[in-house]
């Protein structure tokens, strides 16, 4: 059955469902329809893949590769090294039943301070984005997708669920932007993630300049864009402005927006 035939099948609430998870790292099935459910696992430098029941902490994680950091294999300036750490990581994803690994994580650097910059590739976009697109390519060379992360202008760990990125639009094009631009065009990643942090007034789950304009129209992006997890807040404006999948979990409230709306 193609796309179009199950999407003619689905209920109202069956395809309300399909844009939430079910819980931290799955998304909904439906079984009547043979429509399985997408496994996904924190990455990006080594999977952390915790036992039945993980609640994304990391008691009970599986055995796994820890391969060098983003910001190590930069200083290598070379992209060859990460493709081959891509298909290494993908071949653990699929030992354990993984079908998307949620990274690489992209974004820029710009306060030295910043506590997540040992997971990002570089302050050059040209560097950040050629280095993250061939690790994209090997991960997705054996099947596995990824979430590239965290689109966009995620450059701070303070304040994460609520800060304002202010950004004229030359500095983001150029710079903050660019990277993604490099990553979508160059290796077709099958999912984007929203970051939690609102550019220039509006968050970025329920911003349709970015998710649609530029990611969709511009770039010609046609795979999933999910949010970081707890990222959304106005479930029914982030539909509309192109966010295709909420996580971590369904809420009751969230569906009943969708439905009814």
């Known amino acids: 059955m193609n796309i179009e035939s199950l999407l003619k099948e689905l209920t109202v609430e069956e395809k309300a469902a399909l844009v939430a998870g079910a819980d931290f790292m799955y998304t909904n099935p439906v079984p009547r329809l043979g429509i399985p459910f997408v496994r996904m696992s924190d990455g990006p430098h080594g999977l952390r893949v915790q036992s039945e029941g993980g609640d994304n902490g990391v ?67 040209l560097l950040a984005g050629k280095m993250a697109a061939a690790e994209v390519n090997g991960v997705q060379s054996k099947g596995v997708g990824v979430s590239v992360k965290h689109f966009a202008l995620n450059n701070s760990e303070n304040f994460r669920f609520m800060g304002d990125s202010v950004c ?57 864009v999910m949010s970081d997890w707890g990222a959304t807040h106005d479930r029914v404006k982030g539909v509309a402005a192109g966010l295709d999948l909420e996580m971590p979990g369904d809420t009751d409230i969230c569906r009943k927006w969708i439905i009814d709306s």
């Open 59 to 125: 008691a009970g994680s599986e055995p796994a590769t820890a391969f060098p950091t983003a910001v190590t294999t930069a200083a290598s300036w070379n992209p060859e090294n990460t493709y081959k750490m891509g298909v290494a990581i993908a071949e653990e994803c699929a030992h354990y039943g993984v079908n998307v690994l949620l990274g690489p994580g992209t974004n820029i650097k710009r306060n030295p301070l910043a506590g997540r910059n040992f997971e990002y590739f570089s302050e050059d976009p």
């Open 168 to 224: 004229d639009m030359r500095a983001m094009r150029e710079l903050y932007l660019k990277v993604f631009e490099i990553i979508v065009k160059e290796s077709k990643p099958h999912t984007m993630m929203c970051a939690y942090n609102k550019i220039n007034g509006e968050f970025c789950c329920e911003n349709k300049w970015l998710l649609t304009d530029v990611l969709r129209s511009e770039w010609g992006f046609d795979g999933v």
